[in-house]
């Protein structure tokens, strides 16, 4: 396999651009240094984002959730993440330490296109802006404060090839490992299990926020 591959591999740009062409003037014109206005209402119907960092020990992309509107615009160029309660890990908060670039990706159920914003990234914990975020008593632990420096929708052609809004198409989890199964295995027994399937969806309730 290595082989085949490394006969074939593209390792400039030239050889790229003779293969793909130039992007049309519409992929370029949507870029924007701000949140347009327009970008903005699309932020506030995401209820799903993927948060992509880079630091010292590699990439990270998070998935991060809560009801629609959760990334508040707070002006044009500023963008404010609560950091919600999740596994402790701190992947991508390590990460923006160390190299404040990030991406985000925001999913809209029912909407084929995708929005795009890169910026650089600070972790804020002053106590006034964590307040703006309490949810049923709880508040982040942080908030993630990005300033925005390209944003852009992305065309709905994955969502539509992948079908990913067709309730038809949706699995069920039981026809995949579970959780308890899967740690269970890559860790030869020692976490997971029955158990701990048993006891994840009270676990769950109650560390949501």
Same mark, same amino acid.
């Given at each position: 396999? =290595?082989?085949?591959? $490394?006969?074939?591999?593209?390792?400039?740009? %030239?050889? +790229?651009?003779?293969?793909? *062409?130039?992007?049309?003037?519409?992929?370029?014109?949507?870029?924007?240094?701000?949140?347009?206005?327009?970008?903005?209402?699309?932020?506030?119907?995401?209820?799903?984002?993927?948060?992509?960092?880079?630091?010292?020990?590699?990439?990270?992309?998070?998935?991060?959730?809560?009801?629609?509107?959760?990334?508040?615009?707070?002006?044009?160029?500023?963008?404010?993440?609560?950091?919600?309660?999740?596994?402790?890990?701190? =992947?991508?908060?390590? $990460?923006?330490?160390?190299?404040?670039?990030? %991406?985000? +990706?925001?999913?809209?159920? *029912?909407?084929?296109?995708?929005?795009?914003?890169?910026?650089?990234?600070?972790?804020?914990?002053?106590?006034?802006?964590?307040?703006?975020?309490?949810?049923?008593?709880?508040?982040?632990?942080?908030?993630?404060?990005?300033?925005?420096?390209?944003?852009?929708?992305?065309?709905?052609?994955?969502?539509?090839?992948?079908?990913?809004?067709?309730?038809?198409?949706?699995?069920?989890?039981?026809?995949?490992?579970?959780t308890g199964t899967i740690l269970a295995d890559v860790t030869a027994g020692r976490v997971g299990g029955e158990q701990y399937d048993r006891e994840y969806p009270e676990r769950l309730r109650t560390t949501l926020y």
């Open positions: 396999m =290595d082989a085949i591959v $490394n006969d074939h591999l593209i390792r400039d740009e %030239a050889t +790229l651009e003779a293969l793909y *062409g130039t992007p049309s003037a519409g992929a370029i014109a949507k870029e924007v240094d701000h949140v347009h206005p327009h970008y903005a209402s699309m932020i506030a119907a995401s209820p799903f984002m993927v948060l992509a960092t880079s630091g010292p020990g590699g990439l990270d992309a998070s998935p991060r959730g809560d009801g629609p509107g959760f990334v508040v615009v707070e002006d044009p160029r500023t963008l404010l993440i609560p950091d919600r309660r999740g596994n402790n890990r701190a =992947d991508s908060l390590r $990460n923006i330490i160390h190299d404040p670039r990030v %991406a985000l +990706l925001f999913l809209i159920p *029912g909407c084929g296109e995708t929005l795009r914003v890169n910026g650089r990234a600070s972790i804020c914990t002053t106590p006034d802006l964590l307040a703006r975020f309490e949810f049923r008593g709880t508040l982040p632990r942080s908030v993630i404060v990005v300033r925005v420096e390209r944003v852009y929708f992305q065309c709905p052609k994955a969502i539509v090839r992948s079908d990913l809004w067709n309730p038809a198409k949706h699995i069920e989890r039981k026809s995949l490992p579970s």
